[in-house]
């Protein structure tokens, strides 16, 4: 059985695993790898019991760490997390985050599939879609819309060329499956067709700069066929905030980069508020359908997953 949440310890090892929270607490500045590391402590555990995990890392996290921190390069970035997958092979575990185990990444994919299943069959959404799937990875969202929803098309847009080599090596065989390498928020980006479902689940709060992240919407709007609907993975709750950092783009491992502990001068991750998107949907001529909220489990915290359905403004 496992006891993660329920050991019993003895006092000698309740005062161990305090001390050892409390320097993970008192290193955050330095340590990139704090959500996973917190999450082997029972005191962590113990303390998410009454203040939920969201609160602190969306609310209280922020004040202190990254404080004052810059956009990253995030093809740069990408680029050396890829590399840096465990065995070298990209994999939804290795997306989900080089620290994660398997049976994390597979409760992530799991509830955020079936968070979409439910969005969009309560939709009306038909097999037989064709999808464009803003950066792809590993490709887990690829299979998805050809297995379930019998897509005839998908095209999988990517911008770190380690991923982009590694989408094109997998479905080579693939008629139906396109990989485009590139910046989804480039200024007129044109694929040369519209799709009826744009994916865009586990990306756009890593379009970290506000104008960047409009341009990306903007440029779903115009490859939206009418009648299609965007999937967005993220947040969408109230604050809008930079909550995850690190110190370096370039890095040979994961490992390396966080026992280097260098303090975290870069932002990878945005999250944005159901308001704020609210209002870029309408900038973009889009409009919000509905936000389905993924389900979450005991001390299982997984990335930011709930699901936000965009639609034309017209429909
Ligand atoms: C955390 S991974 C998620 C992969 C996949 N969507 C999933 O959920 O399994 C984010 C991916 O988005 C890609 N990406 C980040 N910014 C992008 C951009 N502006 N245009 C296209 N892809 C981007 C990254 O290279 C990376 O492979």
């Not at 006891?3 to 008192?26: E, F, N, Q, Y």
């Not at 050809?146 to 990517?158: I, P």
């Not at 690190?246 to 303090?263: K, V």
Request: aromatic share 12%; glycine share 8%; proline share 3%.
């Amino acid at each position: 059985m496992d006891c993660r949440g329920c050991a019993v310890l003895s006092p000698k090892r309740i005062a161990k695993d305090i001390w050892h929270t409390l320097k993970l607490v008192r290193g955050m500045r330095n340590n990139p790898n704090l959500g996973p590391e917190l999450r082997q402590s029972a005191t962590f555990r113990f303390v998410t019991r009454f203040v939920p995990y969201r609160f602190l890392r969306h609310y209280i996290y922020p004040l202190f760490a990254g404080r004052g921190s810059q956009p990253y390069d995030a093809k740069a970035f990408f680029e050396s997390y890829h590399k840096s997958a465990e065995g070298g092979e990209l994999s939804d575990g290795t997306t989900v985050s080089p620290a994660y185990d398997a049976a994390f990444a597979r409760y992530h994919y799991n509830a955020t599939e079936n968070a979409i299943i439910e969005a969009l069959t309560t939709q009306g959404t038909a097999a037989g879609c064709s999808v464009l799937d803003i950066g792809s990875g590993a490709g887990h969202w690829v299979d998805f819309y050809l297995d379930v929803f019998r897509a005839t098309h998908v095209t999988a847009a990517e911008l770190a060329e380690t991923a982009a080599a590694a989408l094109r090596e997998r479905y080579a065989g693939n008629g139906d499956v396109r990989v485009f390498q590139g910046d989804v928020s480039e200024p007129d980006l044109e694929l040369g067709r519209r799709f009826d479902i744009i994916n865009a689940v586990g990306v756009m709060f890593h379009l970290v700069r506000d104008e960047q992240w409009k341009r990306a919407i903007a440029n779903f709007a115009r490859h939206l066929n009418e009648g299609g609907v965007i999937v967005v993975g993220g947040q969408f709750g109230w604050v809008t905030r930079n909550v995850q950092f690190h110190s370096s783009d370039q890095f040979e491992s994961w490992n390396a980069l966080t026992a280097a502990r260098e303090e975290l001068t870069l932002v990878n991750k945005r999250i944005r508020s159901l308001r704020f998107w609210k209002t870029a949907a309408r900038e973009a001529g889009l409009r919000v359908i509905a936000r389905h909220k993924t389900k979450q489990a005991g001390y299982i915290y997984t990335p930011e997953n709930n699901i936000l359905l965009l639609g034309g403004r017209g429909e």
